[in-house]
T-cell receptor
Framework: AQTVTQSQPEMSVQEAETVTLSCTYDTSESNYYLFWYKQPPSRQMILVIRQEAYKQQNATENRFSVNFQKAAKSFSLKISDSQLGDTAMYFCAFEGSNYKLTFGKGTLLTVNP | AAGVIQSPRHLIKEKRETATLKCYPIPRHDTVYWYQQGPGQDPQFLISFYEKMQSDKGSIPDRFSAQQFSDYHSELNMSSLELGDSALYFC??????????????FGQGTRLTVV
């Protein structure tokens, strides 16, 4: 079974600064996907970024980028130029061959003005 | 663009009652997933369907059942409700059968409160 670990229950960052959220996972599969989902106070689950394990290049989406280290089973999310609207719970998630998502416990990010 | 539609958005039931949650996936998505997110918790996988057949099952109580219909919408039926069933229930859909795996798109969730 896969496990996903987010070791930072809460983090805070000043507006316009950069913050990195950590995620590690454990799996015996070689082909899989990793995701970061954002859950604002509205509780909607919003996909932030997706990484295919077979791709060495780190995914980027505007201000969001990941540092994917397959050998270390690490998948961190970097948010640049943080905005107040980035305040949310962030979940790291793993998808293997059965397509279901396994989530970490989440990191509550607060962006301060 | 069409998204995953869940209904109702909010539901209040008493203990031992029955609840039915509905999910309408994104058109042409062939896979539907149900997740349960308790207060302060991460979402937990309940069950999934691929082309109207159950494809995987997680930690879903025997009191819960689900199915996917010919029009691809799915329903989660929950009987003998308990206080601990109070949670946010997400439905998600994706396309997995065409060789092009799309990410799961989530609906806005149904907030179930059992009193």
């Amino acid at each position: 079974a896969q496990t996903v670990t987010q070791s930072q229950p809460e983090m805070s960052v000043q507006e316009a600064e950069t913050v990195t959220l950590s995620c590690t996972y454990d799996t015996s599969e070689s082909n899989y996907y990793l995701f970061w989902y954002k859950q604002p106070p509205s509780r909607q689950m919003i996909l932030v970024i997706r990484q295919e394990a077979y791709k060495q290049q780190n995914a980027t989406e505007n201000r969001f980028s990941v540092n994917f280290q397959k050998a270390a089973k690490s998948f961190s999310l970097k948010i640049s130029d943080s905005q107040l609207g980035d305040t949310a719970m962030y979940f790291c998630a793993f998808e293997g061959s059965n397509y279901k998502l396994t989530f970490g416990k989440g990191t509550l990010l607060t962006v301060n003005p | 663009a069409a998204g995953v539609i869940q209904s109702p958005r909010h539901l209040i039931k008493e203990k031992r009652e029955t609840a039915t949650l509905k999910c309408y996936p994104i058109p042409r998505h062939d896979t539907v997933y149900w997740y349960q997110q308790g207060p302060g918790q991460d979402p937990q996988f309940l069950i999934s369907f691929y082309e109207k057949m159950q494809s995987d099952k997680g930690s879903i109580p025997d009191r819960f059942s689900a199915q996917q219909f010919s029009d691809y919408h799915s329903e989660l039926n929950m009987s003998s409700l308990e206080l601990g069933d109070s949670a946010l229930y997400f439905c998600a859909s994706s396309s997995t059968g065409t060789g092009l795996n799309t990410e799961a798109f989530f609906g806005q969730g149904t907030r179930l409160t059992v009193v």
